[in-house]
């Protein structure tokens, strides 16, 4: 159980495109899912937290219209990276939360590696 | 913005040694967790240890955590070529936000 999913898997796109992400916990309901970033050989970034029905919290220094963040079901949340440019070029990994409290209940995606050309 | 630190950021040993990565934080948690990551795929959950514990097991797994000095260690015992990858430790605080570390990059050579 506790499986998220997020297509695509990798993506190509020109500079100045839109990509759309999207983030789906499979056999829970994730009210809360977050969105990292991780550069090669770094760590995750925390982008930002999106919660179920209402407008994502953005970690400073985060683009909120460049990363549109759209949480529209308690299954589903959507990144896009709006006028794409070589240095949005990145791995983008999702994470949900269940409705429960505790921190292991935090799932990752498999992630989805951007590259803009 | 990152938590901590971890060391080594890359650390190389045989088949069969123990690997040892050490995480320092800043500021106080509610819990920290260790996640290890293949190279370009997501993470996997390792351990989870809270705040008033002080050591725990899982398999060949054996986290520590000092909160007085603000750091954790994460010991991999008889380590395999398959637990080659990178190990990050997350600081998850009162409102179950993760900050993650650094990492360290392992590699076991066969």
């Known amino acids: 159980g506790a499986v998220v999913s997020q297509h695509p898997s990798w993506v190509i796109c020109k500079s100045g495109t839109s990509v759309k992400i999207e983030c789906r916990s499979l056999d829970f309901q994730a009210t809360t899912m977050f969105w990292y970033r991780q550069f090669p050989k770094q760590s995750l970034m925390l982008m930002a937290t999106?919660?179920?029905?209402?407008?994502?919290?953005?970690e400073q220094g985060v683009e909120k219209d460049k990363f549109l963040i759209n949480h529209a079901s308690l299954t589903l949340s959507t990144l896009t990276v709006t006028s794409a440019h070589p240095e949005d070029s990145s791995f983008y990994i999702c994470?949900?939360?269940?409705?429960?409290?505790?921190?292991?209940?935090?799932?990752f995606g498999p992630g989805t590696r951007l590259t803009v050309t | 913005s990152q938590q901590g630190e971890e060391d080594p950021q890359a650390l190389s040993i045989q088949e069969g040694e123990n690997a040892t990565m050490n995480c320092s934080y800043k500021?106080?948690?509610?819990?920290l967790q260790w996640y290890r990551q293949n190279s370009g795929r997501g993470l996997v959950h390792l351990i989870l240890i809270r705040s008033n514990e002080r050591e725990k097991h899982s398999g060949r797994l054996r986290v520590t955590l000092d909160t007085s000095k603000k750091s954790s260690s994460l010991l991999i015992t008889a380590s395999r070529a398959a637990d080659t990858a990178s190990y990050f430790c997350a600081t998850g605080n009162a409102g179950n936000m993760l900050t993650f570390g650094g990492g360290t990059r392992l590699m076991v050579k066969p």
């Open positions: 999106s919660n179920e029905g209402s407008k994502a919290t953005y």
């Open positions: 500021t106080s948690i509610n819990n």
């Open positions: 994470s949900a939360r269940g409705p429960t409290s505790g921190f292991a209940e935090q799932y």
